[in-house]
């Protein structure tokens, strides 16, 4: 297995581009569906259920994180295992006020604003029950780490996937149009409150070896750190990135050492834009299950690693086709792999397949 000590120098080389390194390779294990990973979940996914902050008991999902930090550390990956409160809520919008439902094998949100100037700030935080709900999962998962492993942040929606679940992603596609500074300012209430609440969430967890770790993609970084996510930006045109996003984005990450931004294929037409984030550190290209292979996003990788920021390929399974497409068109100092396996076994075959290239 790879010592605690060459995982963290390998992670500090991919940061530092140091040249020689093969790409550092990170490995979740389970289903696709986020929620579906949790046991706890399983009662509150029935359809049409809404689920709400009381419905959340923390103690009934420490037992799946306990798994989780098992297996992955019968993986023989660069990656440590890192927790976030359950990644398959949708902890953004359920602050905003959006009503949360159960969909069988996921969670989904209902629209509640009718009018972008309804999107409110969080101005008093201590009466939002599901931004407390958030804090108490990260204090409660940091003292049961006691050390072991990391806590850090979710997937948490972005602005446009923010207000897309409040008012109707069809309803933000024609403000964009109708009401562009209403728009705009709920934009930045959003981002002012993602900033807000992962300021709050490091008060409630520890440093790991003196760094912290990209939630859900579980990198570690010998510094502060921050993600987001614009998936409803494929509405949207590069003028309107540029009109809408750009800014956002800058402030999203500003102030951290450390940052990422995801990116499904569908989003692909706004890479050059994200590409001037000037404190953008990362971005990870999505291998959707039904999207493009790795091959033929290799023009995509190739831009953002000759535009200087570093490049996470995944969350995905890989096959060994992908592997050796890799090795053979891609700079190896600047890329991690977000590999999905269905279990230790699949997760551990593929590793050695990556091991046995000449890197």
């Not at 008991?57 to 420490?62: H, P, Q, Y």
Request: proline residues 5%; glycine residues 6%.
């Amino acid at each position: 297995m790879v010592s605690t000590e060459e995982k963290l120098r390998r992670h500090k080389a991919f940061w530092a581009a140091e040249k020689g390194n093969k790409p550092l390779v990170i490995v979740r294990i389970g289903d696709l569906f986020l929620s579906r990973r949790f046991e706890a979940m399983l009662p509150l996914l029935e359809r049409g259920h809404e689920i709400t902050p009381e419905q959340i008991v923390v103690e009934d999902f420490l037992p799946d994180y306990e798994r989780m930090y098992l297996e992955a550390n019968s993986v023989n990956q660069d990656g440590f295992f890192a927790a976030e409160p359950c990644t398959g809520l949708p902890w953004m919008e359920a602050i905003f006020g959006a009503r949360v439902v159960g969909e069988s094998v996921s969670v989904i949100t209902r629209p509640v604003v009718g009018e972008l100037s309804n999107i409110k700030g969080i101005e008093d935080k201590g009466k939002n029950q599901w931004y407390q709900k958030y804090l108490e999962f990260s204090a409660k998962l940091t003292a049961f780490a006691k050390g072991r492993f990391p806590v850090c942040q979710p997937i948490l929606r972005g602005v446009t996937d923010t207000v897309g679940a409040l008012i109707g992603q069809s309803e933000m596609a024609y403000a964009l149009v109708d009401e562009p500074e209403k728009v705009k300012a709920a934009f930045f209430q959003i981002a002012e409150a993602l900033r807000m609440l992962i300021r709050d969430q490091y008060k409630t967890t520890i440093s790991f070896f003196g760094g912290r770790s990209i939630g859900f993609y579980h990198i570690w970084a010998p510094g502060s750190v921050i993600w987001y996510q614009e998936d409803l930006a494929s509405l949207m045109s590069p003028a309107h990135y540029q009109e809408y996003l750009y800014q956002t984005s800058c402030r999203i990450v500003e102030d951290y050492e450390y940052s990422l931004v995801h990116l499904h294929p569908a989003s692909f037409l706004h890479l050059d834009g994200i590409l001037q984030v000037a404190n953008l550190k990362a971005v990870q290209l999505n291998k959707d299950l039904t999207g493009p292979s790795v091959e033929e996003m290799l023009p995509q990788c190739k831009a953002v690693l000759e535009g200087g920021k570093n490049l996470v390929l995944g969350m995905g399974p890989f096959t060994k086709k992908d592997i050796d497409v890799i090795y053979e068109e891609l700079p190896h100092e600047r890329t991690a792999l977000n590999i999905l396996a269905d279990s230790v076994e699949e997760a551990n075959e593929i590793i050695g397949y990556i091991d046995s290239k000449d890197w």
